[in-house]
């Protein structure tokens, strides 16, 4: 975020800070913090602590938002509420009865014949005077979002020197909780991005987005593409858009589900699935089983009870 403007401003460095050193992301914080910020400023300029007003203030409900956006808004005026109590200021935290119970999310999982749309899609994209080398760019790099199961950003931040095209490998590192891993690359992705490699160049980052400022609009300039082509596609509807995101959803439950089309042991797989998505542990992973239709898991003799109790309620940002 910019730097902020009200007399939280050293708090909230810190708080960034800590939750950062703690392994997560400041993007989970920084645009509800640049929020408060902006109405501590306006409002309370000469606060340097949260009080009952500008919490309360803060949580009122706001005309057509959803329930869940305002549970974002609140959780980070929480956390930060206990964070400033923690360092020994007379901050007032909101108490969770004020929070909304959180709505289940629902991912959008891609039929065989809209992945066949929507790659169709990405690989008519034509030229664009903005986006220099898009029509090379895209089709890529959304086929290894998918083939990979990666998350949107993973992509975005590979270097060059971090996509291996003799060994089909990519070094994912400092993900999600700061961690690193190793991704294989099935042969047909492999033999594609070594004719983009040829075709681009020398670069710093595998797919550099045509941009100005390639370090902040990497993911947005990734996400307008993406809803070109399911626009073009015409997928989705107006209660439910696809997103990146729901390519790694997708490929994921396609993996689980050709593992139980083909009789193996989900159990035992899981270990590898789960490294290879990221997973910080097999609850994350086991979320991908309970997207799948009940009626396919009981079919294929699916012991629930072998891994219920390992299993919490997840929500998508986790996985």
């Known amino acids: ?27 989970s914080y920084e645009y509800q913090l640049s929020k408060i910020d902006a109405y501590v400023a306006e409002g309370f300029p000469s606060l340097d602590v949260m009080t009952e007003d500008i919490v309360l203030g803060w949580s009122r409900r706001r005309a057509n938002e959803s329930q869940n956006t305002r549970r974002i808004r609140l959780n980070v005026i929480r956390v930060f509420g206990k964070y400033q109590k923690g360092i020994g200021k007379t901050a007032f935290v909101l108490p969770t009865d004020f929070i909304d119970k959180q709505q289940p999310f629902y991912p959008y999982l891609f039929t065989d014949e809209e992945l ?17 080398n898009r029509e090379y760019i895209i089709p890529v790099l959304f086929r290894m ?31 999600k909780r700061h961690k690193d891993r190793m991704v294989t690359m099935t042969e047909d992705l492999l033999v594609l991005c070594r004719v983009y490699d040829s075709m681009m160049g020398d670069r710093r980052f ?4 045509p941009t100005e400022k390639p370090r902040q609009n990497r993911e947005p300039w990734m996400n307008h593409q993406f809803k070109l082509c399911i626009k073009h596609a015409g997928i989705g509807n107006g209660s439910q858009s696809p997103r990146p995101y729901d390519l790694r959803h997708s490929s994921c439950s396609r993996v689980i589900l050709n593992w139980l089309a083909e009789g193996k042991d989900f159990y035992e797989l899981a270990i590898f699935l789960r490294e290879h998505m990221g997973h910080g542990s097999f609850s994350e992973t ?17 012991d629930w009870s072998r891994f219920d109790c390992l299993y919490p309620e997840v929500n998508d940002e986790k996985a």
Not at 120 to 132: E, F, G, I, N, R
Request: hydrophobic fraction near 35%; charged fraction near 20%; charge should be positive.
């Open 116 to 132: 066949s749309r929507l790659f169709l899609a990405v690989d008519s994209l034509p030229p664009h005077y903005q986006s220099p």
């Open 206 to 209: 595998f797919f550099e987005p």
């Open 286 to 302: 086991f979320y991908y089983i309970h997207m799948l239709p009940e009626n396919i898991i009981r079919n294929s003799g699916f």
């Open 1 to 27: 975020m910019k730097n902020p403007i009200s007399k939280l401003g050293p708090d909230i460095i810190g708080f960034l800070e800590l939750r950062e050193s703690l392994g997560y992301s400041r993007k």
């Open 145 to 175: 979002l998918y083939c990979c199961a990666l998350r949107p950003n993973e992509p975005m931040q590979l270097l060059r020197q971090d996509v291996d095209l003799e060994k089909g490998t990519l070094f994912i590192r400092n993900s």
